[in-house]
């Protein structure tokens, strides 16, 4: 036998990477604290399982998603909510390509309707929060009328644009205030109460 084959056969092998080693294969303490480190998420998850779709007090106040079932409306089964947004959404299209303004406002003014009645009686009732949109609708109509007013008082330009926008940000910043405290306090109540069931 040649020194260079000897050398070969008495040279130990690498143990390759992806193998576990006899400590590790053997060793049962390790397999008990990882099982014991992932046992709290475990539990975590089944409770969240358990518990549906009711949230915390603290998930509820960081979570915009709804609680619970979503609240009837006084008309319910009947969805005529849906039904005004949908022919107002036509009612749009049609007036848009064929040039009539009143059938274009009236669209757009049943979808409005129809939105603002399901999203306030989701914001009221602590399901879901709409207070941004609540805030923005009345804060757009006092935009609008604001600029009418400069507008008749001869203002022109950008005038119109600017001029409202000192009073738009002030008001929509309370009203967002005051619409999200009372969600919140709806929030509260309504999490209460499926709790108790």
């Known amino acids: 036998m040649s020194k260079r084959n000897a050398g070969r056969r008495g040279r130990p092998r690498k143990r390759r990477s992806g193998a576990a080693g006899p400590a590790e294969a053997r060793d049962p303490a390790a397999t008990a604290a990882a099982a014991s480190a992932a046992a709290p998420a475990t539990a975590r998850r089944a409770r969240g399982a358990r518990d549906g779709d009711i949230a915390t007090p603290d998930r509820a106040r960081r979570d915009p998603g709804g609680v619970g079932e979503r609240p009837d409306a006084p008309w319910h089964p009947w969805p005529f909510s849906e039904l005004l947004i949908l022919v107002g959404a036509i009612g749009t299209i049609v007036g848009f390509a064929s040039g009539h303004p009143w059938t274009l406002f009236a669209g757009l003014g049943a979808?409005?309707?129809?939105?603002?009645?399901?999203?306030?009686?989701?914001?009221?009732?602590?399901?879901?929060?709409?207070?941004?949109?609540?805030?923005?609708?009345?804060?757009?109509?006092?935009?609008?009328?604001?600029?009418?007013?400069?507008?008749?008082?001869?203002?022109?330009?950008?005038?119109?644009?600017?001029?409202?926008?000192?009073?738009?940000?002030?008001?929509?910043?309370?009203?967002?205030?005051?619409?999200?405290?009372?969600?919140?306090?709806?929030?509260?109540?309504?999490v209460f109460e499926l709790r108790r069931r």
């Open 111 to 190: 979808v409005l309707i129809g939105t603002l009645e399901f999203t306030i009686r989701e914001h009221r009732a602590g399901y879901r929060s709409h207070a941004a949109l609540l805030a923005a609708v009345p804060t757009a109509l006092m935009h609008g009328a604001i600029a009418l007013a400069l507008f008749s008082l001869g203002a022109r330009g950008g005038v119109l644009v600017l001029a409202p926008l000192v009073v738009d940000v002030p008001v929509f910043w309370l009203l967002y205030r005051f619409l999200r405290a009372r969600f919140e306090d709806a929030r509260r109540e309504r």
